[in-house]
């Protein structure tokens, strides 16, 4: 069956940097896209961004440029995010979720994994 | 970016229907699809996809939801609501990118 399984909570200090990770089982890795999403109370669920996981190639919204770097271990079945310089404002819980064309949705999600930016 | 509005809250009875709408700052269709979607997401958990393409129901959902709708204005409905529907339920677009989601409906009982 399809499974995300995503990387651990993390406390990190403002102005560090975080890489999470998602590892796919259950499937071809390479067929299908994965997306990064952040859900916080306030904002609720915001797309960042996807990968190609065949082809390496991203698309990143305007607000996270500069903030998510997304990349792809084909050998592992895996995508990982950066986000760099954090903020308490990046403290939120993140997900990874295949995403499925043409259509573009989100048919099997990750877990979520927590980022806390406290000093 | 476009901007998806849904209702903060809908309260329903067991048995009754739920009707929860998303409404689109434009159209989210194209001449062949309908590009929205919609998921649950129960506390604690991650959200689950329920309809694709405004009216497709996904893998594994019970045929009491279903979709409809097409260029700005979309709905969810659930007939018959039950008690493991209790959850927050958002609709998200593929038209264009960013793709973007709703704020979320939160369904409870009456």
């Known amino acids: 069956q399809v499974q995300l399984q995503q990387s651990g909570a993390e406390l990190a200090k403002p102005g560090s940097s975080v890489k999470i990770s998602c590892k796919a089982s259950?499937?071809?890795?390479?067929?299908?896209?994965i997306s990064w999403i952040k859900q916080t109370t306030g904002q609720g669920l915001e797309y960042i961004g996807y990968?190609?996981?065949?082809?390496?190639?991203?698309n990143y919204n305007e607000k996270f440029k500069g903030k998510a770097t997304l990349t792809v271990d084909k050998s592992s079945s895996t995508a990982f995010m950066q986000l760099s310089s954090l903020t308490p404002d990046d403290s939120a819980v993140y997900y990874c979720?295949?995403?499925?064309?043409?259509?573009?949705?989100?048919?099997?999600w990750g877990p979520g994994t927590m980022v806390t930016v406290s000093s | 970016d476009i901007v998806l509005t849904q209702s903060p809250a809908l309260a329903v009875s067991l048995g009754q229907r739920a009707t929860i709408s998303c409404r689109a700052s434009q159209s989210v269709s194209t001449s062949s699809y309908n590009l929205m979607h919609w998921y649950q997401q129960k506390p604690g958990e991650q959200p689950k996809l329920l309809i694709y393409?405004?009216?497709n129901l996904a893998s594994g959902i019970p045929v009491r939801f279903s979709g409809s709708g097409s260029g700005t204005d979309f709905t969810l409905t659930i007939n018959p609501v039950q008690a493991d529907d209790i959850a927050t339920y958002y609709c998200q677009q593929s038209r264009e990118l960013p793709f973007t989601f709703g704020s979320g409906t939160k369904l409870e009982i009456k």
């Open positions: 979720a295949r995403g499925r064309l043409p259509g573009w949705y989100f048919d099997f």
């Open positions: 990968i190609n996981t065949g082809s390496g190639g991203t």
């Open positions: 393409d405004a009216s």
């Open positions: 259950g499937y071809t890795f390479t067929s299908y896209y």
